[in-house]
């Protein structure tokens, strides 16, 4: 299983400021590596680490996002897998460039062989 990276799209009916803290309710949820990146008047979006498919992970999410599209409080979501680089008018210092990047590490450091579980023999000595 390898770890993969995701971009979750959210978009509020209104203003994040009438939302209430949005972000507190869906970051705990995921259950998974997750960070927000950007967030504009009515959009939020998240920058997600998991081994999952793109399908299960819609699949696992999906239940939380439509809870809250029925509460009013969103609009439309989207998931899907987040691309190699992204380029925004403030550069690499824009927070969804940079929690791309810490998401492509944090992928690469679980995909690591070392962190799978080696079964090796005892080697009995003589």
Same mark, same amino acid.
């Given at each position: ?36 990146? !950007? ?7 998240? #920058? ?5 498919? $793109? @399908?299960? /992970?819609?699949?696992? =999410? ?14 439309? !979501? ?7 680089? #992204? ?5 690499? $210092? @824009?927070? /969804?460039?940079?929690? =791309? ?26």
């Amino acid at each position: 299983m390898t770890h993969e990276v995701f971009f979750l799209e959210i978009v509020t009916k209104n203003d994040l400021e009438d939302t209430g803290n949005l972000k507190a309710r869906i970051v705990p949820s995921v259950k998974c590596w997750c960070r927000p990146g !950007f967030h504009a008047k009515r959009l939020l979006k998240f #920058v997600l680490v998991t081994p999952e498919t $793109l @399908d299960q /992970l819609f699949d696992r =999410l999906r239940p939380m996002l439509e809870g809250l599209k029925d509460s009013g409080s969103i609009e439309r !979501f989207v998931l899907h897998p987040a691309p190699s680089a #992204v380029v925004t008018d403030h550069g690499q $210092l @824009d927070a /969804l460039a940079h929690y =791309l990047r810490a998401g492509q590490v944090e992928a690469a450091e679980r995909n690591k062989t070392q962190r799978l579980r080696h079964l090796e023999r005892r080697q009995r000595r003589f």
